[in-house]
């Protein structure tokens, strides 16, 4: 196994605040400003796509379908000026045109691993957290949940991508990460990492290896440095792999590669080969 390492500028600047999703060599992200961007050579060269509307200031939460990367899932924030609600759009043409489908909602957003007609986003059901289920590709959407009892603050959905029916939901405050068994309609907790998450990948080859990308400066004192935490026994326990700050993590479902979005020297992506192991 080789360690983490410099992969590409671009990269980085691409994927250290939001999310990344591969299907063959097609890469998705999104930079700082929400801008999406677009790669087919396996990040070695990227286009920006059109935005959604004049209406969206910045793209908030991206998703793709793991099963045909032409389907595409966003959260935009409204412009200047304009009422303080988000939408989801919907594009099927790999970003070139949306359409918009669901309003008041508000990020994350996340396909099913096993089902990619099945998607799911959290917002405001009645005047409660709830979730909110599209089973066909985002066309429309039914509010199927009251999300209890896990507490506001959700920041990360993820899908198990060898167990159907099985998600994930990365709780900020308090810190935790929630499972449903039941396509989201009830939850509980799963662990309590114990320090802040901004994203976790589930292994495609074995459902209790876990990986949580964090912020080094959770875990309290410069020697002990997070970055990208993993379990290797459903939660139970966590060992740190990588020592450098992680905004997110994902698998290739390929190959089982990890690759790690941070702030490495001046803002580089870090790759792993598969287990992550140092």
């Known amino acids: 196994y080789r360690r983490f390492q410099k992969f590409m500028i671009v990269v980085l600047l691409l994927l250290h605040t939001s999310a990344a999703s591969f299907a063959a060599t097609v ?17 070695k ?18 998703a793709v379908d793991p099963q045909n990367s032409n389907n595409l899932y966003s ?7 304009a009422p303080p609600l988000t939408g989801v759009f919907r594009s099927t043409d790999g970003g070139q045109t949306w359409v918009e489908t669901l309003t008041t909602v508000s990020p994350p957003i996340a396909v099913d691993a096993t089902a990619s007609n ?10 409660k957290l709830g979730m909110w289920r599209s089973t066909d590709s985002g066309v429309s959407f039914q509010a199927v949940t009251v999300v209890s009892p896990m507490p506001g ?9 060898s167990q159907p029916g099985t998600v994930y939901a990365v709780v900020s405050s308090p810190a935790g990460i929630y499972k449903s068994t039941d396509y989201g309609a009830t939850w509980a907790l799963f ?37 990208l935490l993993k379990t290797s026994d459903a939660g139970k326990t966590w060992q740190a792999i ?24 001046s803002a580089l992506v870090a790759g792993a080969t598969r287990g992550g192991e140092v």
């Open 242 to 265: 990588f020592g450098d700050d992680c905004g997110n993590v994902v698998v290739d479902p390929r190959n089982g590669n990890i690759y790690a979005g941070g702030y490495l020297s």
């Open 27 to 43: 890469i998705y992200a999104q930079n700082v400003k929400g801008l999406i961007y677009k790669s087919t050579d396996s990040a």
């Open 75 to 81: 959260i935009y924030f409204p412009a200047k000026g």
């Open 45 to 62: 060269t990227w286009q920006q796509l059109p935005p959604m509307t004049s209406a969206a200031v910045a793209t908030a939460a991206l």
């Open 153 to 161: 603050g959700i920041s990360v959905i993820r899908n198990d991508p």
């Open 191 to 227: 662990s309590k990492p114990g320090v802040g998450v901004t994203d976790l990948a589930i292994d495609p080859k074995n459902s209790s290896v876990l990986y949580v990308a964090t912020y080094s400066s959770a875990c309290g004192t410069p020697a002990a440095r997070c970055g």
């Open 118 to 127: 099945i998607v799911y986003v959290f917002g405001d059901t009645g005047g």
